[in-house]
């Protein structure tokens, strides 16, 4: 068994390096994989399905040839790319998935989730994040012109920056509460997420008979990062670049 997770990768034309690493990693180390899952943010800004950007391309095309070798591919929307829609899945082979998601591992469930939504200290962002997960909003949003989209992307990328620059790390990390609460709900001990760019895993006894354990992707800004479940069970990996 070798099950493999990435997040925030935040490809972008301007960092064209991340892309390209990630196009050899889907050529080689994820060619055996059983499955690959991709929990959000594989781009720094997704204005839609219909953005003609060639790096943007080469990357569907990577994860097409990667499909179509048989491994499954999935994808969940992130804080980034939240406009990732049908189109996108049909070239790339990708299954669209919900978040939070539960889901079965050599006999273990797992909770899935970018993450954000358990950020829930920063008011600010949960703000934008309703809003921005509005079908209605989206619509709005995708009747824009390609060049209009671009523009407000950069726009709240760089609000989105100012913002945080004012924001402690405990607010712009995820909730204890919030975690336990959603572990509860979903009757799991167990969640796999990314978003906050800090890889580790947590445990801790979440009831008197139950121990939880909280596992975090990291991003690749300067390298990969890859979580890896295989017959020894969980470990984070490190892609050097």
């Known amino acids: 068994m070798n099950v493999l997770f990435i997040s925030d990768l935040h490809i972008s034309p301007a960092q064209p390096e991340i892309g390209e690493q990630l196009i050899a990693f889907l050529s080689s180390q994820a060619t055996g994989a059983d499955a690959l899952y991709i929990l959000g943010d594989l781009f720094e800004a997704w204005i839609g399905d219909d953005d003609p950007d060639p790096h943007y391309a080469e990357v569907q ?26 189109r996108f899945c049909a070239r790339t082979g990708l299954t669209l998935l919900s978040d939070p998601l539960v889901i079965d591992i050599a006999g273990e469930s797992v909770l899935l989730s970018h993450g954000d939504a358990y950020c829930t200290d920063d008011t600010e962002y949960q703000a934008v994040r309703q809003t921005v997960r509005n079908p209605a909003w989206q619509a709005q949003v995708l009747s824009l012109p390609i060049e209009a989209r671009r ?38 001990t167990q969640m796999l997420h990314g978003h906050t760019h800090r890889p580790a895993i947590h445990e801790w006894q979440l009831d008197e008979d139950k121990t939880a354990r909280r596992m975090v992707l990291g ?17 984070l990996t490190t892609l050097p670049r």
């Open 61 to 86: 095309n990577a994860l097409r040839r990667l499909t179509d070798t048989g491994v499954p591919g999935f994808i969940m929307h992130g804080n980034r790319d939240f406009l990732l829609g049908e």
């Open 151 to 188: 523009q407000l992307a950069g726009d709240a990328r760089a609000e989105s920056s100012a913002s945080n620059q004012q924001k402690s790390d405990d607010i712009m990390d995820v909730n204890d509460r919030a975690i336990e609460d959603a572990l509860r709900a979903h009757g799991v």
């Open 219 to 235: 991003d690749w800004y300067s390298q990969g990062s890859v979580g890896v479940w295989d017959n020894s069970g969980f470990a």
